[in-house]
């Protein structure tokens, strides 16, 4: 039997699958059928849809509501507030439970605070979302975007530090010494 913390204060409905060494505080809600990794943190008041995906090592932070058709491979980091959604077109005199729309959150990738993912973009590993930033379209691999609509402004580590490109397209990541190749707008760690 998996070994897990819930606060006393915190839902966890029937047929959830939740790992080892995942916490889950105050006023939490998770609701049927969810899969949680192990050595997660869900935060204060977080919502965990029905059959929402977190891969292991998944941060969340206070207030986050995570819909169904959400899925968080390993390592991503969800900021305070920070808002998924699920319908295109929602309307509340209109039912399209059957049009959600999947959200892919690759491994490692960072969303800050307060940003808005609009459904069915996938972000990419690595990729580092700003906080406030309202994500409208596919973001790549260890892209760092920021503004409303979003827009990329540079690329990440996966340490979560800004790589600065020679004229080569070679970057190294000062905290962990990785090296990176900026190719056809696609960033690759080679070391």
């Known amino acids: 039997m998996p070994e897990y913390f819930a606060h006393e204060t ?36 977080v919502v965990v849809s029905p059959k929402v995906v977190l891969g292991n090592n998944v941060k969340i932070q206070n207030n986050v509501s995570i819909y169904t058709g959400v899925i968080c491979e390993d390592d ?45 973009n996938p ?10 930033a309202v994500i409208t379209k596919e973001v790549l691999p260890y892209a760092l975007l920021v503004g409303n609509p979003a827009k990329q402004i540079g690329w990440m580590s ?19 010494l990785e090296q990176y190749k900026l190719d056809n707008n696609k960033v690759t760690r080679i070391k």
């Open 158 to 176: 996966t340490h979560g530090h800004r790589l600065e490109f020679n004229k080569d397209g070679m970057a190294i990541c000062p905290e962990s």
């Open 123 to 132: 972000i990419g590993e690595y990729a580092f979302i700003g906080a406030g």
């Open 10 to 45: 915190a839902v966890i409905d029937e047929g959830c699958v939740i790992g080892d060494d995942t916490k889950i505080w105050h006023f939490s809600h998770i609701m049927p059928d969810c899969t949680i990794g192990e050595g997660c943190n869900i935060g204060q008041n």
């Open 76 to 120: 991503v980091f969800l900021g305070p507030s920070m808002v998924f959604t699920n319908v295109i077109n929602p309307r509340s005199s209109v039912n399209r439970r059957n049009q959600y729309l999947e959200t892919l959150v690759k491994k490692g990738a960072s969303i800050g605070a307060n940003a808005t993912i609009v459904c069915g």
